[in-house]
């Protein structure tokens, strides 16, 4: 089994590090100036998530209407080892890993927004890693 | 790798005009198809302008520098195009081989392209405004330099991975022997396709710029050298009124391309190496739809050209070592983006020894 156990949890952590995102000091202001929709697309546990980069920033778990820009398609378990810091989203698109749609330029706005948030990530899941 | 120092120099980017020359971890493990480079000389690129003049987002604490040449201090167990001792350049924008659009020989759209010094969004490689570099898929990335390469001639090949092939695609994949070529932005990269398109048989060739220094250098290239104001004239007059068959933007402005519709003849070529990162741009769509306007763009196949091009360096029939204009120590980045970003220096060099 992935490191999820259910699509439950993964909203429970990588919802919550979105929902989270919004009033992080670094990153806030530009995710919420972004104006873009992202849906991700999760294997093992099936699941998607769909995170509007407005203001205010909002994260759906599970089906939307909200009509995405850019879709992301991978497992869960790369999704927690990117929020990690352990994973390159580069090497993983060239092995089709991931897999993701829409225009390029606003995923690459996206991308480097992430990095202040591992530690948000690494703190929400440290309990979860302390029990396994 | 024990016997290197912990620490190394490196030009850090911080944010919009703030790059810190600092101490950073010096690269401590390769993988089986990565090469670790001691870096001789980097250069400044305008694309390390994007996110130094806040156009382009790129989180804080990355090396910059994409555009080097440097001694290989030590290989992978898989690499075996160069060894230790070798002095090699690089492809900037460096591409896995085997994705499918690698396969299809168009390894600038390579689904893992990664860019040394340019953070996450391209695949989170340490760049070479620093003493040490990692390249990975060095066997297809990395090229040996002859060993008897003159001091002069290294200033050449270190821009073989960036801006000389860039220049030089930019011509090749849009020009037949014989045709009017104008070069729109007498910048580093327009000048290399100013000398690119008199390399590969342009009949002539047009510089267009604001800055005289910088058409000063593209007139002695053999260009006719000429403001916007008197661009679309002077292309007339050489063309029978006809319009030039290339035109490259190496200026990278919406403006450049609005005034490029009255430079490119019916059925000619607009050729963009420069980058734009704008969601939708206003354009003269009308007048390029019906002159039949042939549209060329994208990231640079680098590892299709780049031995075309250290061919050409070798022969002496490139040499665009000539438009460096700077050399300092890596201590003094700070300044030289500065400079750089000032259109105060034509090119810099940045050497990590001093």
Known sequence: ?132 | MSDLAATMQAAVFYGPHDVRVEEVPTPDEIGPDEVLLRVERSAICGTDLHPYEGHMELEEGVILGHEFLGTVVETGEAVGQVSAGDVATCACAVSCGACYFCRRGEPGRCAGIRMFGMGMALGDLGGAQSEYVVVPYADRNLRKLPSDATDSQLDSLLLAGDIITTGYEAVKKAFRPGDVVAVVGAGPVGLCAVMSAAVLGASAVVAVDTVPERLKIAESLGATAVTPKEAEDAIADLTGWRGADVVVDAAGHPDALTAIAGYVRMGGTVSIPSVYLQDSLELPWGNFWLKGVNFTMGVTHFNNSMDEVIALIRSGRLDPGRIISHRMPLSQADEAYRLFAAREATKVILDPRS
């Open chain 1, 1 to 132: 089994m992935g490191y999820f156990s259910s699509p439950e949890e993964v909203d429970k952590y990588i919802g919550e590090m979105f929902r989270q995102a919004s009033d992080h000091p670094q990153v806030g202001p530009k995710m919420r100036a972004a104006n873009v929709v992202m849906k991700v697309v999760y294997q093992d546990p099936d699941c998607e998530m769909t995170v509007r980069f407005a203001d205010p920033m909002e994260t759906i778990f599970g089906p939307t209407a909200a009509e995405p820009d850019i879709t992301l398609s991978m497992p869960a378990d790369i999704a927690d080892r990117f929020w990690r810091g352990k994973y390159n989203l580069a090497v993983g698109l060239a092995r089709s890993e991931v897999k993701a749609k829409g225009p390029v330029n606003k995923i690459l706005k996206l991308v480097p927004l992430t990095k202040p948030l591992f530690p948000v990530y690494r703190d929400l899941i440290a309990q979860k890693d302390a029990e396994a």
